[in-house]
């Protein structure tokens, strides 16, 4: 399932930017998305993450009430809206949906988008 995301940036200390991550296709159906994240020279990180039917949301605890995540399941769509950024929140995103299909249950990876914040 291809995932294209946008939204990704320059932005200062305390600014905003917010995500986008669309899943392309119509041969399946989401069953949750999330959002990660990777600093050069640490491991990939989970940033947040949603159901598609229920829409339970889950945060890392260092984004917990700077970041909110939601989707649009019309769209097939996921969402990341990053507020109070700060230089440490500087990595590459990458969205992930996990989708079942008439052959099974399949995992997708975006490309990745960099946010980088300026202190």
């Known amino acids: 399932v291809p995932l294209v995301e946008s939204g990704g940036g320059l932005v200062q200390a305390g600014g905003s930017l917010r995500l986008s991550c669309a899943a392309s296709?119509?041969?399946?159906?989401?069953?949750?998305m999330g959002w990660y994240r990777q600093a050069p020279g640490k491991q990939r990180e989970l940033v947040a993450s949603?159901?598609?039917?229920?829409?339970?949301?889950n945060y890392a605890d260092s984004v917990k009430g700077r970041f909110t995540i939601s989707r649009d399941n019309a769209k097939n769509t996921m969402y990341l809206q990053m507020n109070s950024l700060k230089p440490e929140d500087t990595a590459v995103y990458y969205c992930?949906?996990?989708?079942?299909?008439?052959?099974?249950?399949?995992?997708?990876w975006g490309q990745g988008t960099q946010v980088t914040v300026s202190s």
């Open positions: 992930k949906a996990d989708v079942r299909t008439s052959w099974g249950p399949l995992t997708s």
């Open positions: 949603i159901t598609f039917g229920g829409g339970s949301t």
């Open positions: 296709g119509s041969t399946f159906k989401i069953v949750a």
